[in-house]
């Protein structure tokens, strides 16, 4: 496989498995936010400009299985690992994992893990860290995104104007999940990257049934797209199907690149609990 052809199916699956995935989907402990703080469960209520309660919580785990067209490539989860206090902000800890498998990392290693702090009340972003190791490629990325001033911070010491309610690429799919979505409609949001903050639109295709590892599920068909190039520019084309509940789950991500086809597929998955409900998680293997 020629080596253009690997670097670019690696950084295309990247893509899919954060999202926005997710993927634009980081090594950093999450209990180092701030001295004190620590992951906790709580049982108050989520009130902020999206939706309150958010449809997720803390002990989600997702757990997708990357094809490259018949090619399994490896594994990516999406988890709530739990809440964190930084900087006097409670927010949400949410990382994402993905790792090839000893086939195709035989080709083209990954072992790549981001983070997110996303505040509890705004659903918008905090903190974002990224650490990618894909085949010789190697890169860190720390950012400290202060919502009221308008600024994302850089841990190289560089700053660049953002504006209120900005995401990353990780919290902007964790913000859809919590929008009361309708066939049709185009939501918006601005979005920060590789120092570059975009306006992201969000289109609500259609509904369809889809079945995947992990079961049969009822989903919203969505499209998340730039206005102006940036943040997905070389990602290709990306479909992501959430259920159409309360959940608003992630169960399969498509992405079209110019040497073929990823898919991230549900293969197991275990519900998280919402900090207004009491209720204890539930467990689907």
Not at 51 to 66: D, T, Y
Not at 106 to 125: G, M, N
Not at 150 to 173: C, E, Q, W
Request: aromatic share 10%; proline share 4%; net charge neutral.
């Amino acid at each position: 496989m020629p080596r253009s052809h690997r670097r670019m199916i690696g950084r295309s699956w990247l893509g899919v498995a954060m999202l926005t995935v997710v993927l634009a989907m980081v090594t950093v402990p999450v209990t180092s936010a701030r001295p004190g703080s620590a992951l906790a469960m709580n049982d108050e209520s989520v009130a902020g400009v999206a939706v309150a309660p958010a449809p997720f919580g803390p002990g989600e785990e997702l757990v997708f299985s990357i094809d490259y067209g018949l090619i399994n490539a490896g594994e990516a989860t999406l988890e709530v690992l739990g809440v964190v206090d930084f900087q006097g902000y409670r927010c949400y800890a949410v990382q994402s994992r993905t790792t090839s498998n000893r086939f195709f990392s035989a080709f083209y290693k990954v072992r790549d893990k981001v983070i997110s702090y996303i505040d509890i009340e705004q659903l918008t972003s905090r903190y974002f860290y990224k650490r990618l190791r894909e085949g010789d490629y190697r890169r860190t990325v720390e950012i400290t995104f202060d919502q009221e001033q308008g600024k994302a911070l850089y841990a190289d010491g560089r700053d660049f104007d953002t504006v209120a309610g900005v995401h990353d690429v990780l919290s902007a799919l964790y913000y859809v999940r919590s929008l009361d979505l309708r066939v049709g409609e185009v939501y918006k949001l601005p979005a920060h990257a590789s120092r570059k903050t975009y306006d992201l639109e969000v289109l609500v295709l259609r509904t369809e049934t889809v079945t995947v590892p992990a079961g049969t599920f009822e989903c919203f068909v969505i499209e998340p797209k730039l206005v102006g190039e940036g943040l997905f520019k070389h990602e290709g084309k990306l479909i992501v199907y959430v259920t159409a509940d309360d959940h608003k789950m992630p169960v399969l991500m498509k992405s079209k690149v110019p040497v073929g086809s990823i898919d991230a597929s549900l293969k197991r998955y275990r519900l998280g609990q919402p900090l207004s409900v009491a209720a204890a998680d539930t467990a689907h293997e």
